[in-house]
């Protein structure tokens, strides 16, 4: 049973870079998509983005190049940096794989596995 | 960018009552490509129906999902008092961003 583990620091300061990493246990990370989610207290989610296996990545244009994803085949993590930070950024951040690996016929487009979610802080 | 719309915002109902939940696009998406995930205060979302009508592993099979083009719809046949919770769709399949609706609260009458 694949199991996700978001961890980074819990408060970062204004105008500053967040550094998320995302720890996959029970499964290998080839041949997935691997997305980063986030939700502000009390309000819905965003999809931020996500790295396929290969490096290859897509990012929600609302983040105005402020992201950058990468994956490590090597430690079998992915991760999340987000620059320019403000406190519109603080929110709860989640990881998530896609339900079906690339190729699976017939494929399965949804997020099929998340991390617990990590809570982050934007404040001075 | 494709916008889902999702509605009501918040329902009250009882246990044993069916409901029905409503996921809007502003654009034509692909039955494929539309997800239904449920979320209890404090967890991660959990996926629940994933192109459209099929039942992710271990969901019980009173939750169902329909619809196609701007469309679609998520239905629980008699609610259990686990049921109450947030539910949100997703698009995932066509052109990111790959967004959520706003969600429906599902809350005890």
């Known amino acids: 049973q694949v199991q996700l583990r978001e961890s980074g620091p819990g408060l970062v300061k204004p105008s500053g870079t967040l550094s998320l990493s995302c720890t996959v246990s029970?499964?290998?990370?080839?041949?997935?998509?691997w997305s980063w989610i986030r939700q502000p207290a009390g309000t819905g989610l965003e999809w931020l983005g996500r790295?396929?296996?290969?490096?290859?990545?897509s990012y929600n244009p609302s983040l105005k190049g402020r992201v950058t994803m990468s994956l490590d085949t090597s430690k079998n993590n992915f991760s999340l940096r987000l620059s320019s930070l403000t406190a519109a950024d603080t929110a709860v951040y989640y990881c998530?794989?896609?339900?079906?690996?690339?190729?699976?016929?017939?494929?399965?487009?949804?997020?099929?596995?998340w991390g617990q979610g990590i809570m982050v802080t934007v404040s001075s | 960018e494709v916008v889902l719309t999702q509605s009501p915002g918040t329902l009250s109902l009882s246990p044993g009552e069916r409901v029905t939940l409503s996921c809007r696009a502003s654009?034509?998406?692909?039955?494929?490509?539309l997800a239904w995930y449920q979320q209890k205060p404090g967890q991660a979302p959990r996926l629940l129906i994933y192109?459209?009508?099929s039942r992710a592993t271990g969901i019980p099979d009173r939750f169902s999902g329909s619809g196609s083009g701007t469309d679609f719809t998520l239905t629980i046949s008699r609610l259990e008092p686990e049921d109450f919770a947030v539910y949100y769709c997703?698009?995932?399949?066509?052109?990111?961003?790959?967004?959520f609706g706003q969600g429906t609260k599902l809350e005890i009458k």
């Open positions: 029970g499964g290998s990370i080839t041949n997935y998509y």
């Open positions: 997703q698009q995932y399949g066509s052109s990111p961003p790959y967004s």
């Open positions: 790295v396929f296996s290969t490096g290859t990545t």
């Open positions: 998530a794989r896609d339900l079906g690996r690339f190729g699976e016929l017939p494929p399965k487009y949804a997020l099929g596995v």
């Open positions: 192109g459209a009508s």
């Open positions: 654009q034509s998406v692909s039955s494929s490509y």
